[in-house]
């Protein structure tokens, strides 16, 4: 089995600053594509920043120059910064890998979500 532990959100005033950190562990071979998620309330979920397995990321237009996701391959985590934080980034984040085990079974694996509200 694989746990991803989120940690880093919270309440923030707008223009303000929070770090997500997500942190892989348990049966793990090798990890894929890893990155955030986040769904507001009434919407869909949506790809806020991830890595590849190429180590390519992919931020959403939405979240350009103002996240900036980077990684510790040493700790398979992943880290969110996020700046200039606006009250349309108000959702449950979460963090998801795409995994192969140890038996070399490939899955996909969400954390438990963390809420970010921003507002003043």
């Known amino acids: 089995q694989v746990q991803l532990v989120e940690s880093g959100g919270g309440l923030v005033q707008p223009g303000g600053s929070l770090r997500l950190s997500c942190a892989a562990s348990g049966n793990i071979l090798r990890i894929y594509n890893m990155g955030w998620y986040r769904q507001a309330p009434g919407k869909q979920?949506?790809?806020?920043?991830?890595?590849?397995?190429?180590?390519?990321?992919?931020?959403?237009?939405?979240?350009?120059?103002?996240?900036?996701?980077?990684?510790?391959?040493?700790k398979d985590t992943v880290y969110l910064p996020m700046d200039s934080l606006k009250p349309e980034d108000t959702a449950v984040y979460y963090c998801n890998a795409d995994v192969t085990n140890r038996y070399y079974i490939r899955s996909d694996y969400w954390g438990q979500g963390t809420q970010v509200t921003v507002s003043s």
């Open 45 to 74: 979920r949506e790809l806020v920043a991830g890595f590849s397995s190429s180590g390519v990321t992919n931020d959403a237009d939405s979240v350009k120059g103002r996240f900036s996701i980077y990684r510790d391959n040493l």
